[in-house]
């Protein structure tokens, strides 16, 4: 059996219950690297065997995962955030069917909710925006040209732009060339939910600056939206004394 296990943005205690007891209970863990905090590997019991897929392929990894399966031993394969985003885990699984190895997948804190966390930011403010984009810029991975960042700036919905700190001059030019104006609120949080977090509110004409001062190059995530410093927005229904709900019966106001 394989546990996909989602370790959560950073903070060893924002993984979830059933992770930690998974981590508990595997006679092997393989972990990704230098983004999940070492310190869960704490809570792994004595005698577990320990590999870091940082230095690993893919083909390594599922031979860890094959050999371990051969001798009835359980397996967390232990992502960042929530393994569902830019996890990889597909090919994992995939690979896994064909052995006829059995896994499940535990969700986590992906790193974008504790970027909002660390500013205290709501994403999806009432007539702001209501939707959350994610996405990134195309590296050494392409991404398909139809998901350009200038389409989906397009929308003027909250970005949260993962995978790019070091291409945060384009990413400006690109965000502006859809159709956001420089002066836009953005965020740069580095390290969400560590010890170590920074977080910055610039705009988005000064990422790449407000990243190059700050000597940020790499583990951050890109808020970009008027969400990241919103000054104004309208109120919710849900909880407006006149709003009628299924628990709550709503209020008529007096006119004045
Ligand atoms: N599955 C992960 C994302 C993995 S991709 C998740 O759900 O968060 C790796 C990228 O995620 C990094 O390059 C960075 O952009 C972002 N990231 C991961 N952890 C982060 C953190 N604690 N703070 C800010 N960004 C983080």
Not at 35 to 61: F, H, I, R, W
Not at 152 to 178: K, N, P
Request: hydrophobic share 40%; glycine share 8%; proline share 4%.
């Amino acid at each position: 059996m394989v546990h996909f296990v989602g370790a959560g943005p950073g903070a060893p205690d924002l993984i979830t219950l059933r992770g930690k007891t998974y981590l508990e209970q595997a006679d092997v863990i393989i972990y990704a690297g230098s983004l999940v905090n070492p310190q869960l590997l704490d809570y792994a019991k004595e005698g577990c065997q320990v590999y870091n897929s940082a230095k690993m392929t893919l083909e390594e990894v599922l031979e860890v995962m094959e050999q371990a399966e051969q001798a009835g031993k359980v397996t967390v394969r232990l992502h960042t955030g929530d393994p569902c985003i830019y996890g990889a885990i597909r090919e994992q699984m995939d690979e896994l069917d064909r052995m006829g190895i059995s896994y499940d997948s535990c969700p986590g804190v992906s790193s974008f909710c504790g970027a909002a966390a660390a500013l205290n930011l709501e994403y999806t403010l009432p007539d702001i925006s209501q939707s959350v984009i994610i996405t990134r810029m195309a590296g050494r991975t392409p991404v398909p040209e139809k998901e350009s960042i200038e389409s989906f700036a397009a929308h003027q919905a909250t970005m949260v732009i993962f995978l790019s700190t070091g291409m945060l001059e384009e990413l400006s030019r690109r965000l502006i060339e859809g159709g956001y104006t420089a002066d836009t609120p953005a965020a740069i949080v580095y390290k969400a939910t560590w010890e170590d977090e920074k977080k910055f509110v610039c705009t988005v004409g000064t990422l790449a600056q407000t990243a190059k001062e700050n000597q940020i190059t790499k583990t951050a995530l890109m808020i970009i939206g008027e969400a990241a410093n919103a000054s104004h927005y309208d109120r919710s229904l849900l909880y407006h004394p006149e709003f009628t709900t299924e628990f709550r019966e709503g209020k008529k106001q007096k006119e004045q």
